[in-house]
């Protein structure tokens, strides 16, 4: 028996009785609030799938979150990386970011290229904040995998935060009326094209397609950590603790890592999750918008290594975010994260009651 697609939300389909086969997801929080995990090693064993295939970060990942254990197979991923306007560069003369580009270098772009110009003001950087701390190359959870307790005043954490929340601080580039949302980022970047950057997760090109004339080079790299991007943001299928189809489904899990499958998911704008990248010589093949390109940049050299994300980790990036907020309403960083991380740890136990 094939496993059917099902487009309902999870908690309706857990209400409805209905038997749940395959979930998809990036961080599999869903899957464990509702109890739905489930370890596929027998099945991997059984089938002799070849794990080593496989970008490692994913299945390290996968191996934290089940103890040692595989709870989904990943099919694609995404990263973060620096699109850029290269019209707003061509228009104030300045060079495009370089391929190399450091934390430090880009601060020093983003101040260059927030400017006014015949009275409309263009800002250097916009990004995705949460995102940008949910998967920063230190490689250290916002919140602790056992407890969902706040790690924000790790050093870690509060350098990465420091780092992003100083580039709102640059005179023009500030946050719209101090506040963040993601739609005050990434709309002046692609509709107003009123923004020269915007630090996002990969495959936002599908929504800007032609709507402005961008680029993308690779996420910046710290100071003596050169060619480690973000951490990798895989999607996973999981097959399900409730799943009476335990071969079948997983015999859809082990082909979105066939090669067939990975040059389908590339050729349509899909990041590759094997090790061998070749299936990218036909990234976005399908998407005209993409041609020509710098769509290696999406793959950085390496991934930096992954962090758990708990099922309170909607908490973290909502707070993070606030805690960004009273930074630029002139908090001192350390009393907006300490604040912040009060607020989790409160929302956490109340939740685990």
């Known amino acids: 028996m094939i496993p059917q697609v099902n487009s309902q939300t999870l908690p309706t389909l857990i209400t409805s009785g209905k038997t749940i086969d395959i979930v998809v997801e990036s961080t599999g929080v869903n899957v464990m609030n509702y109890n739905l995990q489930s370890d596929i090693t027998d099945l991997i064993t059984k089938y002799k799938v070849d794990l080593n295939r496989l970008e490692p970060t994913a299945m390290e990942l996968q191996r934290k979150m089940a103890g040692g254990g595989i709870y989904g197979l990943p099919s694609w991923t995404r990263s973060l990386i620096l699109y850029y306007n290269k019209d707003l560069f061509d228009k104030?003369?300045?060079?495009?970011?370089?391929?190399?580009?450091?934390?430090?270098?880009?601060?020093?772009?983003?101040?260059?290229?927030?400017?006014?110009?015949?009275?409309?003001?263009?800002?250097?950087?916009?990004?995705?904040?949460?995102?940008?701390?949910?998967?920063?190359q230190l490689e250290s959870p916002t919140q602790d995998p056992a407890t969902g307790k706040a790690l924000f005043m790790t050093e870690p954490i509060k350098k990465a935060f420091e780092n992003q929340a100083r580039f709102y601080k640059i005179p023009g580039n500030e946050l719209p009326g101090n506040r963040y949302y993601l739609d005050n980022q990434q709309n002046p970047f692609y509709k107003d094209k009123t923004v020269a950057m915007f630090l996002t997760l990969s495959g936002a090109e599908k929504m800007y397609k032609d709507s402005v004339n961008w680029d993308v080079v690779p996420y910046p790299a710290w100071e003596g950590k050169p060619g480690i991007g973000s951490q990798s943001y895989p999607t996973y299928f999981f097959l399900t603790s409730t799943s009476k189809n335990r071969d079948a489904a997983f015999q859809v899990l082990s082909y979105t890592i066939s090669d067939e499958f990975q040059k389908y998911a590339a050729r349509a704008g899909n990041i590759t999750i094997l090790k061998d990248t070749s299936a990218m010589n036909d990234f976005a093949a399908d998407l005209p918008y993409v041609k020509g390109k710098n769509v290696k940049a999406m793959i950085p050299p390496k991934y930096a290594a992954p962090t758990l994300k708990t099922k309170y980790n909607a908490i973290a990036n909502k707070e993070l975010l606030a805690a960004l907020e009273a930074v630029t309403k002139g908090t001192d960083v350390n009393t907006a994260l300490r604040d912040a991380a009060e607020r989790n740890d409160k929302q956490v136990a109340e939740q685990s009651k």
């Open 92 to 136: 104030f003369g300045i060079p495009y970011p370089k391929e190399a580009i450091t934390w430090d270098g880009l601060y020093e772009l983003a101040r260059t290229m927030t400017r006014q110009d015949s009275g409309t003001n263009f800002k250097g950087l916009t990004m995705a904040f949460d995102f940008g701390l949910m998967l920063n």
